[in-house]
């Protein structure tokens, strides 16, 4: 439900990354719903930029103290470190601010088998005072999260006053087949971890890209 419209004029928007807690299935998916969100409204003309907590492993031993370096995990490496939602808005308005942004678009994503739960809210900051432009929060079907999330990228590109250039979600996504949407949704995410200098098996990171292309 929208509870103001935002004003048209410039500034940048900060996508922050989907809050997912203890769902490790879901967060290389959350990943690629940012990393979409993000691309989609600079193509709209929105500049964007996007917000990853990263952490990295400084010290690694066994129950003995002895230390546990293997092939798989070892000093050094980093990590996309889950977190829980953000509940306030004091916080992501600080990032916000802290970043040179305007506006912040926050949200939580969750899987629960064949559906998955999905919350949004976009937020302006001017002068110190927050402003929540939209709020959402949706459970469907997991075939149906590729048009979800184009509604709500369609719906922040006009509350931030650009035009959004694709009239369908299948324009946006490239395709119109759901299941090769959500695929490359979860591509997008592992590519993402990589990104960040995640160490990733090959295996692991072109899975879903091999089962997007099929």
Same mark, same amino acid.
């Given at each position: 439900?929208?509870?103001?419209?935002?004003?048209?004029?410039?500034?940048?928007?900060?996508?922050?990354?989907?809050?997912?807690?203890?769902?490790?299935?879901?967060?290389?998916?959350?990943?690629?719903?940012?990393?979409?969100?993000?691309?989609?409204?600079?193509?709209?003309?929105?500049?964007?930029?996007?917000? @990853?907590?990263?952490?990295?492993?400084?010290?690694?031993?066994?129950?003995?103290?002895?230390?546990?370096?293997?092939?798989?995990?070892?000093?050094?490496?980093?990590?996309?470190?889950?977190?829980?939602?953000?509940?306030?808005?004091?916080?992501?308005?600080?990032?916000?601010?802290?970043?040179?942004?305007?506006?912040?678009? @926050?949200?939580?994503?969750?899987?629960?088998?064949?559906?998955?739960?999905?919350?949004?809210?976009?937020?302006?900051? !001017?002068?110190?005072?927050?402003?929540?432009?939209?709020? !959402?929060?949706?459970?469907?079907?997991?075939?149906?999260?590729?048009?979800?999330?184009?509604?709500? &990228?369609?719906?922040?590109?006009? &509350?931030?006053?650009?035009?959004?250039?694709?009239?369908?979600?299948?324009?946006?996504?490239?395709?119109?087949?759901?299941?090769?949407? &959500?695929?490359? &949704?979860?591509?997008?995410?592992?590519?993402?971890?990589?990104?960040?200098? @995640?160490?990733?098996? @090959?295996?692991?990171?072109?899975?879903?890209?091999? !089962?997007?292309?099929?």
């Amino acid at each position: 439900m929208t509870e103001s419209v935002a004003t048209l004029g410039a500034g940048k928007l900060l996508m922050f990354q989907p809050a997912t807690g203890d769902d490790a299935i879901a967060l290389p998916v959350a990943l690629g719903i940012q990393r979409f969100w993000m691309r989609r409204l600079k193509e709209a003309g929105r500049p964007s930029m996007y917000f @990853v907590l990263v952490g990295k492993l400084e010290r690694l031993v066994d129950a003995q103290g002895v230390d546990a370096t293997s092939e798989d995990v070892a000093v050094g490496d980093k990590f996309v470190l889950p977190f829980e939602p953000l509940a306030d808005d004091a916080g992501p308005a600080q990032l916000i601010q802290a970043h040179g942004a305007r506006w912040g678009l @926050v949200s939580t994503f969750s899987l629960m088998g064949p559906r998955f739960h999905l919350e949004s809210r976009l937020l302006e900051v !001017q002068d110190g005072a927050i402003r929540v432009l939209e709020r !959402q929060a949706i459970d469907d079907d997991n075939i149906e999260l590729p048009r979800r999330l184009f509604e709500i &990228l369609a719906s922040t590109a006009r &509350l931030t006053g650009v035009r959004a250039p694709w009239s369908r979600w299948s324009d946006a996504f490239t395709t119109d087949d759901e299941v090769a949407a &959500l695929h490359y &949704l979860k591509a997008d995410g592992a590519c993402s971890m990589v990104e960040e200098g @995640v160490r990733m098996k @090959v295996a692991d990171a072109f899975e879903p890209v091999v !089962q997007a292309l099929a």
